[in-house]
């Protein structure tokens, strides 16, 4: 198997391609996802009334008599496609990592292009439940702790414009969704014999407390909502070891070794 590995090349046609090819690659691959995004948002959009509903029961979970205000003229329509937007990357997302994939293929041996169906179940699986996570599990809790500090330390009645909550949400989704990618990427990094198991072993101190530092700069400044970002990179991080330890190729290994 390992002379196999050796004998085998990736696409000399990926290596004398001149740059421009590669640019207008990634261009055709980005306009064909956003078409997707594009098209998959305006749908909801359509309905962008019954999600709304759902994006307020974290906040009527916790205080069920609060409502939301519009403070501009247009703030209500702009939050209406923002999530629309999100919804619409999310629906569109195994179409998205598919051309990522497709962009990459050129690059890989035959045997690593048949990771492709595992790469796009795992990255949009892995991203919509980062999502849902922080939606059911970290907003709520977030929500009632920023609001009842507000109230018992400082004694401000909370009433929160549309935007800002709909903006807060949506921040919170997007960094649980491509935090949860993290063993998806490191995985297939280490598949592609691009990141060892020992590196990453070496790496896990440093790991760590980069891990609460990007939760501090990616989440909102709520020790609730950093620490329930930060704990799930450093499961995941265990988890791409042990995973790097199985998918990692042998040839790789015994150059390691």
Request: aromatic letters at 16%; hydrophobic letters at 55%; a neutral charge.
């Amino acid at each position: 198997m390992n002379d196999q590995k050796k004998n085998q090349t990736p696409n000399p046609d990926e290596f004398e391609a001149p740059i421009t090819e590669h640019l207008a690659e990634l261009r055709d691959r980005l306009i064909k996802s956003l078409i997707a995004i594009v098209i998959m948002t305006l749908i909801v959009f359509t309905k962008v009334n019954y999600f709304f509903e759902i994006f307020k029961q974290p906040l009527h979970k916790v205080f069920p008599e609060m409502k939301l205000v519009a403070l501009t003229p247009t703030e209500s329509f702009f939050t209406a496609f923002k999530i629309a937007l999100l919804l619409g990357f999310t629906l569109a997302s195994p179409w998205v990592f598919y051309q990522v994939w497709k962009f990459i293929e050129p690059a890989l041996y035959e045997e690593e292009k048949k990771l492709l169906i595992p790469f796009v179940f795992f990255t949009t699986v892995f991203f919509i439940s980062g999502g849902l996570f922080a939606f059911f599990g970290v907003l709520p809790l977030a929500l009632k702790f920023l609001l009842n500090f507000g109230y018992t330390q400082l004694d401000v009645e909370a009433m929160l414009s549309v935007s800002s909550y709909i903006s807060f949400v949506i921040r919170l989704i997007l960094a649980f969704g491509i935090t949860f990618e993290l063993p998806v990427i490191l995985s297939l990094l280490s598949r592609l014999g691009l990141v060892s198991p020992e590196a990453l072993v070496k790496f896990r101190p440093y790991f760590i407390v980069a891990a609460f530092v990007f939760a501090a700069i990616i989440t909102p400044p709520d020790i609730v909502s950093q620490v329930f970002l930060a704990l799930p990179l450093i499961v995941f991080y265990e988890i791409s070891i042990v995973m790097a330890k199985i998918l990692y190729p042998r040839s790789e290994k015994g150059k390691e070794g």
